[in-house]
């Protein structure tokens, strides 16, 4: 491993223990497994883990943060937001919905925190994590939330280089967002449109996609993808059209600028 990710990794470390106990928001993504495995070296017991779901999170991430956490013997919240619960632009899908969701989800983590008596609450946000792109950033310094990751300088290809060095299994696993990002801004979100488009992204990964979304226009679907995906998709047709068409898609689309954050 590069001299350099060895003194942010260090910074880390120096970081956590500075931290006498923390409430980790841990989503399953590698980010914040790897925080999650760090600080369960720095902090032992003194680390307690908190899981949230809602209906526009993927539920598999969320699994495998718990179970994790269980493995490891730490405490483990699971807070869970209900379709329509939180602020009513949420599910507008209003251009702030990020932070809308960040604000709603982290003062209920807040609550946890404090209930439990923890010092911090942290989160996975992490070096080119880009405050320009994500709004939730916003939130996240409102509620003095800590991102130990992002305060050591530590990037996503410093994260992938260090979970697999720690031995993690997601240390390749590609990023993801939640599937509001799955449906244009200022639609109304309903239960059909996240069911819809959370099963045609799970079908086209189960076809061998790793860089895809799956985007919902109406009743019409734009699936993006990497160069690699886009030739799989093209030959592959046949068999994935039929399954698409039978959650109720009219049309199937490749978008031809490809995969976009």
Not at 79 to 88: R, Y
Not at 242 to 248: A, D, I, M, S
């Amino acid at each position: 491993m590069e001299t350099e990710t060895q003194a942010k990794l260090a910074t880390l470390k120096q970081i956590l223990s500075e931290m006498s106990s923390i409430l980790l928001a841990c989503s399953g993504g590698t980010d914040s497994m790897l925080l999650l495995d760090v600080a369960h070296e720095i902090l032992g017991d003194n680390l307690a883990v908190a899981t949230v779901s809602a209906p526009y999170m993927f539920a598999e991430e969320g699994r495998e943060a718990a179970a994790e956490a269980n493995r490891r013997g730490l405490r483990h919240y699971h807070p869970h937001l209900g379709f329509g619960e939180g602020p009513a632009d949420l599910w507008r899908n209003t251009m702030d919905r990020c932070y809308l969701c960040k604000t709603y989800v982290f003062e209920e983590l807040k609550r946890l925190q404090r209930r439990f008596g923890m010092t911090w609450l942290m989160d996975g946000t992490q070096k080119d994590d880009n405050p320009a792109d994500r709004p939730g950033f916003r939130a996240l310094r409102e509620l003095g939330v800590r991102s130990p990751l992002l305060e050591s300088g530590i990037g996503k290809e410093d994260i992938r280089k260090l979970a697999q060095a720690r031995g993690l299994v997601c240390w390749d696993k590609p990023s993801n967002s939640c599937l509001l990002t799955r449906l244009p801004f200022d639609t109304a979100v309903t239960k059909e449109a996240l069911r819809r488009v959370g099963e045609a992204e799970k079908l086209l990964v189960l076809y061998g996609l790793t860089r895809v979304r799956a985007r919902l226009h109406g009743d019409n679907l734009r699936i993006e993808t990497d160069s690699e995906g886009f030739a799989k998709v093209i030959s592959e047709a046949a068999k994935l059209v039929p399954p698409l068409k039978e959650l109720g898609f009219d049309r199937i689309s490749l978008d031809l600028e490809g995969y976009r954050s």
